[in-house]
């Protein structure tokens, strides 16, 4: 049985897939109603909360494999890996990004300790890391759907943005066939770097109508998000990233989908169609 640990972006399409190939899978989530497609899914749901190190022990019973992924709290996510290490999990999947201890950004750092928690751990695992997901593109809808413009921080970069649908897809591969992926890290990215001029055009095919991009100071960008809803310190760690990615921090490719999905990891091009309706 394989343990999910949250069914975001990744874990619910993580979930959904080994549950198509038959493999026996859990989800650990919070709130069961937000578990209730899964469960229709076929997959087995566990409630519980990632703060309560109880809940996640009655979720980890007879578990051999699991996919660490969650908003990587670190004290929430060290609780996961003490409760695999105490139920003598086989193997994990984190979900990670370009961690380091030295980054500006803290959501990195936070990734690094959690790295380091299981690496501690003598626990088998694989890293999963992964450049920026298209889906936090979907965070534009609305603004586009009003404006029929978008702007960032992230200047004239490029970014090898992954799907994250993907991410779930080597995650499961991974947790269900272990064996030959322990001690690997994977760098997961869609086919090509593209900026924000790139994703503008690719909308404007898309909606038939021309979609502009407008490069925005880190105190625009970070203002434009906290009026849009999200928590200071989340827009602060957000604007950091896009600035990093202005300056090329995000332009890298690799063809570790690929290589683990044995076939083309989707483009931008691929999402936008799929997700129409959000940008519509
Ligand atoms: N976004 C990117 O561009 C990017 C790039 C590289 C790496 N990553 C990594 O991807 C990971 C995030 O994955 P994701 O995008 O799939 O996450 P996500 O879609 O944001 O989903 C997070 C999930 O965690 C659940 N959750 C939050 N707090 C919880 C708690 N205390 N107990 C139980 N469940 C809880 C949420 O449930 P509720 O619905 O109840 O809140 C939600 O289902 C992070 O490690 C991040 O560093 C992201």
Do not use: C
């Amino acid at each position: 049985m394989i343990l999910i640990a949250t069914a975001g972006k990744v874990g619910s399409e993580a979930a959904r897939l080994l549950t198509q190939h038959q493999v026996p899978v859990r989800v650990l989530v919070r709130d069961p109603k937000k578990g209730e497609e899964l469960a229709n899914a076929g997959v087995e749901i566990a409630v519980g909360d990632l703060d309560v190190p109880e809940s996640i022990d009655e979720a980890m019973v007879g578990i051999t494999a699991l996919v660490l992924v969650s908003p990587a709290v670190p004290a929430q996510e060290l609780n996961v890996i003490g409760s695999a290490a105490r139920a003598g999990v086989e193997h994990v999947v984190k979900a990670t990004n370009k961690a380091s201890a030295d980054s500006p950004i803290a959501r990195r750092r936070g990734q690094t300790e959690i790295e380091a928690g299981l690496a501690a751990s003598g626990l088998a695992y694989t890293l999963l890391r992964s450049n920026a997901y298209m889906q936090n593109t979907l965070l534009l809808g609305p603004v586009i759907a009003k404006r029929s413009s978008f702007g960032s921080s992230a200047g004239k970069g490029l970014a090898g943005m992954v799907d994250s649908r993907d991410v779930g897809a080597v995650a499961a591969e991974i947790a269900a066939s272990p064996a030959s992926h322990a001690g690997k890290t994977y760098w997961l990215s869609g086919p090509e770097s593209i900026s924000n001029y790139d994703v503008a055009d690719v909308l404007s095919r898309l909606l038939g109508r021309t979609i502009t991009y407008q490069e925005l100071s880190f105190d625009e960008h970070k203002s434009a998000m906290v009026s849009a809803g999200l928590p200071e310190a989340i827009a602060e760690q957000n604007a950091q990233a896009f600035s990093l990615t202005a300056e090329g921090d995000a332009e890298w490719v690799s063809d570790d989908v690929q290589a683990i999905l044995e076939r083309k990891a989707r483009s931008y091009e691929q999402f936008a169609a799929d997700y129409a309706a959000a940008f519509s």
